[in-house]
């Protein structure tokens, strides 16, 4: 299996929460490795520009300004296949809709405020890591 890294955010709505903590915890469990991690608030145009790829979707402006509402902790993780492992601890986007046990099913209250997000592919990946970490801090 491929060793990968992956950019994982936990979202305003779970750092406001104090949900931070748990999150990380159940990272180290499954045998992800934090290569790098930072807490940023993000203004609303670096929202936007992360969200780039839903800029035509309707939940684009409420979506960025939920995720410039309050501090958030990005990290990139790797592992063996970590993009899909975050992604199966995490659960589905709509909380309603994940997995018994996953982060979104427990925590997230909306589709929108679903306390964590996951890159979906390889260059999505690239993409989202080079967005917040520097080739130094990796
Ligand atoms: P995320 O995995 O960060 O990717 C895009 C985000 O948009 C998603 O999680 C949700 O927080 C938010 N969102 C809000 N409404 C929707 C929707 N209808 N479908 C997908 N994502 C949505």
């Known amino acids: 299996m491929p060793v990968e890294r992956t950019l994982a955010i936990i979202k305003p709505d779970a750092v406001r929460r104090n949900l931070t903590g748990e999150i990380l915890s159940r990272i180290h469990q499954a045998g992800l490795q934090i290569v790098a991690i930072k807490s940023l608030r993000l203004s609303r145009a670096e929202a936007e520009g992360f969200y780039a790829v839903h800029r035509e979707r309707p939940f684009f402006n409420d979506l960025t300004e939920f995720m410039s509402s309050g501090k958030v902790v990005v990290m990139v993780l790797e592992g063996e296949n970590a993009i899909l492992r975050w992604r199966e601890l995490m659960g589905a986007t709509d909380p309603a ?37 520097a080739a130094y801090e990796l």
């Open 97 to 133: 809709q994940a997995a018994p046990g996953t982060i979104r099913r427990e925590f997230g209250t909306s589709i929108q405020n679903n306390c964590t997000h996951g890159s979906d592919a390889p260059e999505t990946a690239a993409f989202e890591v080079s967005y917040f970490f």
